[in-house]
């Protein structure tokens, strides 16, 4: 919804005022997690071991969409929310 774009657009541009620059790692593409459903994403993502702005792309799950479709799943302000990614 609207309101919950504006919500991310504020986390997002918050993050942005305050981000400090990591090591990351894109070896062997480990923010790739094909098989990992929204359960486990935020399991791995929300134990408390990854900064905001950690991220996974998976397969989705959904049965409410007749193409295979992947998601985003991002870490922001300390909660894990998800995006569907259309291609």
């Known amino acids: 919804s609207c309101c919950t774009l504006q919500l991310l657009v504020s986390a997002v541009?918050?993050?942005l005022e305050t981000?400090?620059?990591a090591p990351v790692s894109t070896h062997a593409r480990d923010w790739f997690h094909p098989t990992?459903?929204?359960t486990?994403?935020?399991a791995i993502l929300g134990?408390?071991?990854h900064p905001d702005g950690a991220f996974l792309i998976r397969r989705s799950?959904?049965?409410?969409?007749?193409?295979?479709?992947?998601?985003?799943?991002?870490?922001?302000?300390?909660r894990?929310?998800?995006f569907?990614?259309?291609y």
């Open 13 to 15: 541009s918050l993050s």
């Open 19 to 21: 981000f400090e620059a």
């Open 36 to 38: 990992t459903t929204r």
């Open 40 to 42: 486990q994403a935020e």
């Open 47 to 49: 134990n408390g071991q």
């Open 61 to 78: 799950t959904s049965k409410k969409h007749p193409m295979q479709l992947h998601v985003l799943s991002l870490l922001a302000q300390g």
């Open 80 to 82: 894990v929310r998800h």
């Open 84 to 86: 569907c990614i259309q």
